[in-house]
């Protein structure tokens, strides 16, 4: 009796055969394609399986763009406005502006501070998004200059601060859901 078995994956193959078939490839081509099956094993257990971080390869926080509608930009490290996309990596002082009857929803820290929605015809900067001494204790502050944004945050640990500031008010949170809106008439009131 014989059993032979071949594995197709990311164009390596493998022939695992018991009985007869084993002399059929002599004992260097058995041993290289099981490194080849092993290394492939250990890319995948590293890519797939490896747990997700909230930061940012290079650890800093970070806001990722999750959901897109209508004309929307980003601005990142004060380069050009581009059209925003889903999965692009937002920073410190980066940038949102949307159109009308349009959107841009941005996932904080992979969801471990909170979703943002940036609604239409707004301006929208992630002003400060740093860490305290203790990891768990964030600073997050968020400058909306006109529209309007609905922020759902999660309950802040410790001496936690995150706030949205307007030019006319800051809002502080400790876990909730809220709206801030700014509008023309608000901008021209705080100015005279």
């Given at each position: 009796m014989m059993l032979c078995v071949t594995l197709y994956h990311s164009?390596?193959?493998?022939?695992?055969?018991?009985?007869?078939?084993?002399?059929?490839?002599?004992?260097?081509?058995?041993?290289?394609?099981?490194?080849?099956?092993?290394?492939?094993g250990l890319l995948i257990a590293t890519f797939v399986i490896a747990p997700v971080s909230p930061l940012s390869a290079d650890g800093e926080r970070h806001a990722t763009v999750i959901a897109i509608k209508g004309?929307?930009?980003?601005?990142?490290?004060?380069?050009?406005?581009?059209?925003?996309?889903?999965?692009?990596?937002?920073?410190?002082?980066?940038?949102?502006?949307?159109?009308?009857?349009?959107?841009?929803?941005?996932?904080?820290d992979d969801g471990e501070t909170g979703l943002v929605t940036v609604k239409a015809e707004s301006l929208f900067?992630?002003?400060?998004?740093?860490?305290?001494?203790?990891?768990?204790?964030?600073?997050?502050?968020?400058?909306?200059?006109?529209?309007?944004?609905l922020v759902q945050a999660e309950k802040l640990k410790g001496d936690s601060k995150f706030e949205v500031r307007t030019p006319v008010s800051t809002t502080g949170v400790r876990g909730t859901r809220f709206e801030v809106t700014v509008e023309a008439e608000d901008i021209k009131e705080a100015q005279t």
């Open positions: 164009r390596i193959y493998a022939d695992f055969c018991m009985g007869t078939c084993m002399g059929s490839r002599d004992e260097r081509d058995q041993s290289l394609l099981m490194k080849r099956l092993i290394i492939t004309d929307s930009q980003v601005r990142i490290e004060g380069r050009d406005w581009q059209t925003a996309q889903v999965g692009q990596v937002l920073k410190v002082n980066d940038e949102v502006r949307t159109g009308k009857k349009s959107f841009v929803k941005l996932d904080l900067r992630l002003a400060t998004m740093e860490r305290k001494e203790n990891p768990d204790e964030k600073v997050t502050l968020l400058d909306l200059a006109i529209g309007q944004v």
